[in-house]
Antibody, heavy 121, light 106 residues
Framework: EVQLVESGGGLVQPGRSLKLSCAASGFTFSNYYMAWVRQAPKKGLEWVAT????????YYPDSVKGRFTISRDNAKSSLYLQMNSLKSEDTATYYC??????????????WGQGVMVTVSS | DIQMTQSPASLSASLEEIVTITCQASQDIGNWLSWYQQKPGKSPQLLIYGATSLADGVPSRFSGSRSGTQYSLKISRLQVEDIGIYYC????????FGGGTKLELK
């Protein structure tokens, strides 16, 4: 059974840093691109970062580029999100998601339960 | 950047009713579109990928279609367990979610 379990969330002051982790199990982690998606309270979903299977390629939207860094450790089947210079607008539930590749399609087929990050003084 | 305009933002429907949710892409995205259902307090769940393919374990009352740059999710006979928020997602260039459709029972 595929499982994605996030951890590392909490309350952090604006301008500070936080690192999220996602422990994967039930599949060969190194074979899949992985991603982070967030959801601000009572708001919609927003893609945050994607990382290639080896970790050599990473992708971000402008809203977090230069502040967030996605990484992975295939030996530990773990995904990470280092978040620096946090802002109040980064307050959200952060989901770890597995990217599946189909014919002419990419999509997220498994999601973690999410971890809450609150940025506030 | 590709924009995904999802409509309606909210929808109230009766049991057994046919429900349709649409997403309009700002440019051609081919079949690089998926649909997700999110129930209160839960993480999103994949329903449809490749615009029209049903994900494993998803009831056959759900279906996806495409007409040009407009994509639709149809629930053929609404059930109580279908209540939640639905999102489309384009993966043609980066990733963009639609704004969501909150589906409630009338």
């Amino acid at each position: 059974e595929v499982q994605l379990v996030e951890s590392g969330g909490g309350l952090v002051q604006p301008g500070r840093s936080l690192k999220l982790s996602c422990a994967a199990s039930g599949f060969t982690f190194s074979n899949y691109y992985m991603a982070w998606v967030r959801q601000a309270p009572k708001k919609g979903l927003e893609w945050v970062a994607t990382i290639s299977t080896s970790g050599s390629r990473t992708y971000y939207p402008d809203s977090v580029k230069g502040r967030f860094t996605i990484s992975r450790d295939n030996a530990k089947s773990s995904l990470y999100l280092q978040m620096n210079s946090l802002k109040s607008e980064d307050t959200a539930t952060y989901y770890c998601a597995r990217r599946q590749d189909g014919y002419n399609s990419h999509y997220f087929d498994y999601w973690g339960q999410g971890v809450m990050v609150t940025v506030s003084s | 950047d590709i924009q995904m305009t999802q409509s309606p933002a909210s929808l109230s429907a009766s049991l057994e009713e046919i429900v349709t949710i649409t997403c309009q892409a700002s440019q051609d995205i081919g079949n690089w579109l998926s649909w997700y259902q999110q129930k209160p307090g839960k993480s999103p769940q994949l329903l449809i990928y490749g615009a029209t393919s049903l994900a494993d374990g998803v009831p056959s009352r759900f279906s996806g279609s495409r007409s040009g740059t407009q994509y639709s999710l149809k629930i053929s006979r609404l059930q109580v367990e279908d209540i939640g928020i639905y999102y489309c997602l384009q993966a043609y260039s980066a990733w963009t979610f639609g704004g969501g459709t909150k589906l409630e029972l009338k």
